[in-house]
């Protein structure tokens, strides 16, 4: 009979020499209670070690799933001929019974040879020793421990921290080395400096030149737009700049070929930032943007430490000196830190920055929470919050806007619907369509009532041709305005309520001054309101 | 008017005082964002005599005067001062593994020795011990089973204690805590992580070797089970066990003492030999700690 025992440097397979001492259960203990006992018990057959741990992780989580990994399985098929094999799993075993049909066994006299096997086993393997096994041991323990716990090397956020330190530093650096380069090249060719304002392209330059004599034979259109490179053309041939030699501009341009590999690295470093922000954080990268979100993570310290942040720490993250100087003194606090570089608080008005960082803040913590501490992989949440705070925003701003434009008060009262309703168009939601003879043409009535009433009309309707600077026309325009808006007043009763109607609005434009209601309305109200100032004029003539 | 002028004054003063504690009041997650890296608690970690989180010692204050001296029990110290507490020299130095103080003495040779204050109310271990158990098998150079590591507080001290020579095999099923107890076997070599249930000791066969001791605290209704199957893999022949029994988690319903004796039953009838049994009182309540030994081989009558 073989024994399978699994060993943190690779699989070892025992014979059992004496197969009759295993009935007797409780003394097999016995048997491996000295090296040599234990020698005459079993014998190493085969040892099939792991090549480097990843082998070793790769084989021991296929054994846990129950599963004889391809090495083992190469293993026992070389060495198991024929022979029974003792295993620790009954899965196991079964499995490989399938697989390689080689009988396998797991009972109480198993398990007694394995804690035998196991507590000599450092004797009865002749090349492993005990200090060799420790670090092999702990080296696969925290693989697999790693494994289970589903470490991915790609979520760790210390990436993140060094990444957005090194970018400010490199912004450090770029800024002084392309300083340097323009003030050292200032000596030569001072005028340069003011015609090219940009750093990478004034490095550009200079490298291709050198000398500003060359300035005249080269051509900078890739780098330069034409008129500047007119400019610097005109300038290389006028400039009051000293000579230097060529020792120097081999010097001066090694600093430029610095600044642009700089510059070149600085823009690869920004997209390895985004990628790994889209990796560890992507909730947080959908609502505030990879930047933002990398210097909150850095400035929390991790990414753990900042999900354990309220929603107003998050807000004013960044703004630490305003903030206690403000508690101290008792005066306002900050209303944003870093957050306010944030997308969403740029686009928002002024006024409404304050509200939209807090919104901001409080959806950033559950985005980075989600992030931190839960199991999904994609930005479905980032995405919904986001459109949240933009829907958030523009409410923002349409509540300026309603208020310019008008509300609803002061618009005619919506009357609730009764069938019974005697009173106006009874049930109906609007009055019955009846004739309106206003339409009619007027050219050659007789006096009638109605002819009097249409007389009144034209009367009135001349009179509106008329300057409307004029308040007594406004008031008969109105009975006017009314007719023709043929809202619920029946025609018999409209001169009579044409009439309390005017006393109304007279009372109305007494009121100050209301939201508009219906066009004419509008209207009226720069008429009223160029009325007013002339009546003032008056008074002050 | 003079004396409601006053009153009035004192009632703005206490006003005034309000005001003054509810800006401190609002001050955003305390020192959270002082941006110290991810040492958690950065400046208590960093000074060693800053009070830890838990219940601060009145005595044991940076800079007072203590002596350390070695407690019956191989590995671990009592250090004393104004008050007695009780600690392990510390594996790693400079690096606290949950806030916890840790005391620097300078021997007579000039070299600095730390120590690491082992808390009684976190670890049924050091509680055991204040308890007064008489035998700790756990000493420097053995190699230990711990069932039920949780985070790795007290994994933490049992290394300290078995020293670079021992090893610590801690098992932990929870991932959460099974994150901390990697994060701490990072630091300390003498540590091997596990993460799987105890229950199934056949997972981690090829990981553990005979070991010397188990200690269980793994509060389960079926802990003596769970710790006889454990033993029949990994105990050797004499080896020794400590478990810590929560009576409540057992059977709530029994009385504690019941509860303890039926667990010794059970644990005799899977061939331990309990030797002595201690309640963990006033650290836990409920709480019971056995210690024995395993398949004990049988003392041979004097003839």
């Known amino acids: ?98 697989k390689l049909k080689i009988d396998c066994v797991h009972n109480n006299a198993v398990m007694e040879l394995l804690r035998g096997v196991r507590s000599q086993f450092t004797e009865l393997i002749s090349g492993l020793g005990d200090q060799d096994l420790a670090p092999m041991s702990l080296g696969l323990s925290h693989s697999l421990a790693r494994y289970k716990l589903k470490f991915s090397s790609d979520k760790v956020d210390t990436m993140i921290i060094q990444a957005i330190g090194l970018l400010d530093d490199l912004d450090k650096e770029l800024n002084t080395y392309a300083m340097r380069v323009r003030e050292w090249y200032g000596w030569h060719f001072p005028e ?22 060359n300035a005249a034979k080269l051509d900078f259109s890739e780098i330069l737009a034409d008129e500047v490179e007119a400019e610097l053309k005109e300038a290389a041939v006028i400039s009051m700049g000293t000579e230097v030699s060529d020792l120097d501009l081999l010097h001066i341009r090694e600093l430029c070929d610095q600044v642009l590999s700089l510059a070149e690295y600085r823009a690869q470093l920004y997209d390895y930032l985004k990628s790994r ?19 909150l993570i850095s400035h929390g310290g991790s990414l753990l430490n900042l999900a354990k942040q309220p929603g107003s720490t998050v807000q004013i993250l960044g703004a630490e000196k305003a903030l206690f100087r403000a508690l101290k003194t008792k005066h306002a606090t900050p209303k944003y830190g870093l957050i306010y570089h944030a997308s969403v608080v740029g686009q928002a008005a002024p006024k409404h920055k304050g509200k939209i960082s807090r919104s901001l803040a409080a959806k ?56 019974d309703k005697k009173k106006g168009s009874g049930g109906l939601f609007t009055p019955a369509k009846t004739y309106n003879s206003a339409a009619d043409s007027l050219l050659g009535q007789t006096s009638s009532k109605s002819v009097a009433e249409d007389s009144v009309e034209p009367s009135k309707k001349s009179k509106k041709k008329e300057k409307r600077k004029n308040k007594e026309v406004e008031v008969e325009d109105e009975p006017e305005k009314e007719e023709e808006s043929k809202k619920k007043k029946k025609r018999k009763k409209a001169e009579t309520e044409t009439e309390a109607v005017e006393v109304a609005k007279e009372e109305k434009k007494k009121k100050k001054k209301k939201r508009k209601h219906e066009e004419e309305e509008t209207s009226e109200t720069p008429a009223k309101k160029k009325d007013k100032k002339d009546k003032k004029k008056k008074i002050k003539d | 008017g003079g004396g409601g002028g006053r009153g009035e004054g004192g009632a703005w003063r206490g006003r005034g005082s309000d005001r003054g504690r509810g800006p401190g009041g609002r001050r ?105 158990i008489d035998n700790n098998w756990i000493k420097p150079g053995a190699k230990v089973l711990y069932l039920g590591a949780a985070s790795g507080t007290s994994v933490s001290h049992v290394s300290d204690i078995v020293g670079p020579e021992g090893c610590v095999y801690a098992v932990e099923f929870s991932s959460r805590s099974g994150r901390d107890l990697v994060n701490m076997a990072s630091k300390r070599t003498n540590v091997v992580p596990i993460i799987e249930d105890a229950r199934h000791p056949s997972k981690y066969r090829m990981l553990v070797p005979m070991v010397d001791v188990i200690f269980s605290d793994v509060a389960q209704p079926d802990q003596a089970r769970i710790m006889a199957l454990n033993a029949s893999f990994y105990l050797k022949t004499g080896g020794h066990f400590m478990i810590s029994i929560k009576a409540s988690c057992i059977d709530s319903t029994v009385a504690e003492e019941a509860v303890f004796a039926n667990e010794v039953k059970k644990l005799q009838a899977e061939g331990f030999k309990p030797a002595e049994q201690l309640t963990l009182e006033p650290f836990e309540r409920g709480h019971a700690c056995v210690v024995g030994g395993y398949r004990m081989p049988k003392k041979q009558k004097a003839t």
């Open chain 1, 364 to 419: 950033a913590v559950l985005a980075i929470r989600c992030d931190a501490l839960g199991d999904g992989e994609d930005n479905t949440m980032g995405i919904e919050n986001r459109a949240k705070l933009e829907a958030r925003l523009r409410n923002l701003e349409g509540k300026d806007l309603g208020r310019l434009s008008g509300s609803a008060k002061g618009k005619p009262k919506i009357e609730v619907y009764d069938k």
């Open chain 1, 1 to 98: 009979m073989l024994v399978l025992f699994e060993t943190p440097g690779g699989f070892a397979l025992f014979k059992v020499l004496d197969e009759g001492r295993l009935s007797n259960v409780e003394d097999l203990g016995k048997e491996f209670a000295s090296p040599d006992s234990a020698r005459k018990m079993v014998k190493l057959k085969a040892f099939d070690k792991f090549d480097n741990t990843s082998e070793a992780l790769e084989a021991v989580a296929k054994l846990l799933e129950g599963a004889p990994s391809k090495g083992l399985r190469k293993f026992l098929k070389a060495n198991c001929e024929g022979e029974t094999l003792a295993v620790a799993d009954s899965k196991l075993g079964n499995v490989i019974k399938e």
């Open chain 2, 28 to 132: 955003p997650g305390g020192r959270g964002p002082g941006g110290r890296g991810p040492g958690g608690r950065g400046p208590g970690g960093r000074d060693p005599r800053s009070k830890p989180g838990g219940r601060a010692k009145v005595g044991l204050n940076g800079g007072s005067k203590v002596i350390v001296e070695p407690h019956r029990h191989a590995g671990v110290f009592i250090v004393k001062g104004k008050e007695e507490a009780l600690v392990t020299k510390n594996l790693v130095p400079g690096e606290s593994v949950y806030n916890e103080k840790r005391i620097s003495v300078e021997n007579e040779d000039g070299t600095k020795v730390e120590y690491r204050v082992w808390n009684p109310f976190r670890s049924k271990l050091a509680a055991a011990i204040f308890g007064g």
């Open chain 1, 192 to 213: 340069l400096a003011k015609i090219i304002q940009d750093n990478i392209l004034y490095a550009k330059s200079v490298k291709l030149m050198g000398n500003r004599i």
């Open chain 1, 277 to 295: 922000m889209n990796t560890v954080a992507p909730n947080l990268t959908a609502l505030v943007g990879e930047l933002v979100g990398a210097r």
